[in-house]
C-alpha cells in the first residue's frame, strides 16, 4: 500500500501533472482559509450553510476547491464565521 506522500511525489514527477498541481494552487489555498474560518468558528458545514442560507453541499464545493466563490458570497463566509475577508495582491 502506498502512503499519500510517496503518491503525491510519484505523480508530481510527471510535467503535465504538476503543472496542473501548480495551476490549482490559488484555489486550494483559498479552499485551506474556508476552512480554517470555518474550524475556528467551531463550525460544521451544516452549521455553517444554515448561518449563510444555502446548502450543505455549496459549503463543501467551496471547500474542495472545485469553485471559486465571488467577493459577495467570499465577505457572507467571513461573515457567518466571525472572520474577516482580505484581499491582498502581492509582487511575483
Not at 467570499?74 to 495582491?89: I, N
Request: proline letters at 3%; aromatic letters at 4%; a positive charge.
Amino acid at each position: 500500500m502506498t502512503d499519500l506522500a510517496t503518491l503525491k511525489k510519484r505523480l508530481l514527477a510527471d510535467p503535465k501533472t504538476k503543472a496542473e498541481y501548480d495551476a490549482q494552487a490559488p484555489e486550494f489555498a483559498i479552499a485551506r482559509e474556508l476552512i480554517a474560518a470555518r474550524v475556528r468558528a467551531g463550525l460544521t458545514q451544516d452549521e455553517l450553510a444554515e448561518r449563510m442560507h444555502t446548502t450543505q453541499s455549496t459549503i463543501a464545493r467551496m471547500e474542495s476547491g472545485r469553485s471559486l466563490p465571488s467577493m459577495r458570497t467570499l465577505a457572507r463566509y467571513a461573515e457567518a464565521t466571525g472572520s474577516r475577508a482580505v484581499v491582498r495582491l502581492e509582487a511575483v
